[in-house]
Nanobody, 127 residues
Framework: QVQLVESGGGLVQAGGSLRLSCAGS????????IGWFRQAPGKERESIGA????????FYADSAKGRFTISRDDAKNTAYLQIHSLKPEDTAVYYC????????????????????WGQGTQVTVSS
């Protein structure tokens, strides 16, 4: 079982960039498939993308392609979400989530497909 802790959020001006981190509590973090989600006020939690256990496959939601970059560093038990050219509509709580098993080449984009969740980190983009 892994505990996930997000960090790196904050208040940023439109056009800026942020790198969010998702730190895992266990050395078995390497085996976890990690997804990134966000939830804006009054909206449902939506998938941004995901990265498989080895980092060899990275997936993005259509709405996230171009400005979001997902990566992982298993030596640090950490996954990352880089966001470029931030917009006010990117304001949301950002979450990472993990699942132990995964099918090769499959993009898990639904919240119910993940067993482990972090507490979220707030990103606020000012115009």
């Amino acid at each position: 079982q892994v505990q996930l802790v997000e960090s790196g959020g904050g208040l940023v001006q439109a056009g800026g960039s942020l790198r969010l981190s998702c730190a895992g509590s266990t050395g078995t973090f390497r085996g976890y498939y990690i997804g990134w989600f966000r939830q804006a006020p009054g909206k449902e939690r939506e998938s941004i993308g995901a990265i498989n256990w080895s980092g060899s496959s990275i997936f993005y939601a259509d709405s996230a392609k171009g400005r979001f970059t997902i990566s992982r560093d298993d030596a640090k038990n950490t996954a990352y979400l880089q966001i470029h050219s931030l917009k006010p509509e990117d304001t949301a709580v950002y979450y990472c989530a993990g699942r132990v098993t995964s099918e090769s080449g499959h993009y898990y984009s639904q919240t119910y497909e993940y067993q482990y969740w972090g507490q979220g980190t707030q990103v606020t983009v000012s115009s």
